[in-house]
């Protein structure tokens, strides 16, 4: 994050940035902040309640990607309880591959992870994407946009 945040300081671009609330995301954050290449306002963490670490795909309705999750990689979410535990989501994708003997690699995740995107992107309302008591952050996310969108 901290090479990409440089380029657009160079260029003089204005940015916000949405980070997963978990410990690589924290990482990033703080690296960042000690290069003096964000501010406190310009940063959002996408926190859910009742989780200590959440990643964005925690806040999603896995009804929106866990068909096509059957379709590509053969793991069928909705069956697998381990799925349906706390947890960030990425560790229990991975949980849940695992016990069906699926492999999960860096590549598999990635792909898993683009596959999702492309279901939200088919999505037409916010309300079929996300769990409403999971989207608090978005307020901040917003804020920050329409203050950054004001100061020009």
Known sequence: MSYTLNLFKNMLCSYVVLLDDD?????????????NLIKLKAI??????????AEFEDCLKPTVYQKRIKEDFGCDLSLIPEFKKNGKWSDRVKTSFKKIGKPWTDTVEMKVKAVVVEEIKKQKELEDIL????????YGLVTNIEDMIKEF
Request: hydrophobic share 25%; net charge neutral.
């Open 131 to 138: 769990i409403s008591q999971k989207k608090d952050f978005l």
């Open 23 to 35: 410990e690589e995301g924290k990482k990033a954050f703080e690296k960042a902040e000690k290069e």
């Open 44 to 53: 959002t963490f996408t926190t859910c309640k009742g989780m200590s670490e």
